[in-house]
């Protein structure tokens, strides 16, 4: 059964640190894995997708990995910013998604 | 190009009672996916259709149940309402039987809060 961790669950750092949010999977039989942005009360916004054959995928000041032999993923915000504030969820998918618990990041000004 | 829409926005019931949700898929999208979201917790798969069959299941008692229509748009219903099903209700379309291989969009979700 595929169990999807993110950590840590609660972030707080200054504004303009760049900073890195994991997500790690226990079986390595996957599609893709994406990264969602969520603000309270709100849907999600989908930020990265990385395919299973590829290694990394970035947008903007975002940057994501994936490295499936080790069941991880990883989000690089680089130069984060108090609109980044949010909760950050990762996604890996078979034929359906299977989503980490998010991690809670306070970008203080 | 039109996104997922989902309503209504909030809704507010008593246990016991039946809900029905709605979600009109993005343009071309032949596949929906509809996910609970607790707070504080991920979303969870509740099940997933395509071209009007059910196409996948999770962990869900059979009082929630759904349905596609020929336009892909699609109906999220719950029976004798819990105070445990009080939660976000997430729909997401995509293209493809296999949902989980194709990107997901996801609609601004239904907010229900069960008294």
């Known amino acids: 059964k595929q169990e999807v961790t993110q950590i840590p669950a609660a972030l707080s750092v200054p504004e303009g640190e760049n900073l890195v949010l994991n997500c790690s999977f226990t079986?390595?039989?996957?599609?893709?894995l994406q990264w969602f942005r969520q603000d309270p009360g709100k849907g999600l916004t989908s930020l990265l997708l990385?395919?299973?054959s590829q290694r990394e995928q970035t947008s903007g000041r975002l940057n994501a990995s994936l490295d499936k032999s080790s069941g991880r993923s990883t989000l690089y915000i680089a130069a984060s910013q108090p609109g980044d504030s949010a909760t950050y969820l990762c996604?890996?998918?078979?034929?359906?998604?299977?989503w980490g618990a998010g991690t809670k990041l306070i970008i203080k000004p | 190009e039109t996104g997922v829409t989902q309503s209504p926005t909030h809704l507010i019931k008593t246990r016991g009672q039946q809900v029905t949700l709605r979600c009109s898929s993005q343009?071309?999208?032949?596949?929906v996916s509809w996910y609970q979201q607790a707070l504080g917790q991920g979303p969870q798969f509740i099940f997933q259709?395509?071209?009007?069959?059910?196409?996948g299941r999770g962990n869900f008692p059979p009082r929630f149940s759904g349905l596609q229509f020929p336009n892909y748009s699609s109906e999220l219903n719950v029976n004798a309402l819990e105070l445990d099903d009080s939660a976000l209700y997430l729909c997401?379309?995509?293209?493809?039987?296999?949902?989980?291989?194709?990107?997901?969009?996801f609609g601004p979700g239904t907010r229900l809060t069960v008294t």
């Open positions: 079986d390595s039989a996957i599609y893709n």
């Open positions: 343009s071309g999208h032949n596949t």
């Open positions: 990385i395919q299973s």
């Open positions: 997401a379309s995509s293209l493809g039987r296999l949902a989980g291989s194709y990107e997901q969009y």
């Open positions: 996604a890996v998918s078979n034929y359906q998604l299977i």
């Open positions: 259709y395509y071209r009007e069959e059910e196409n």
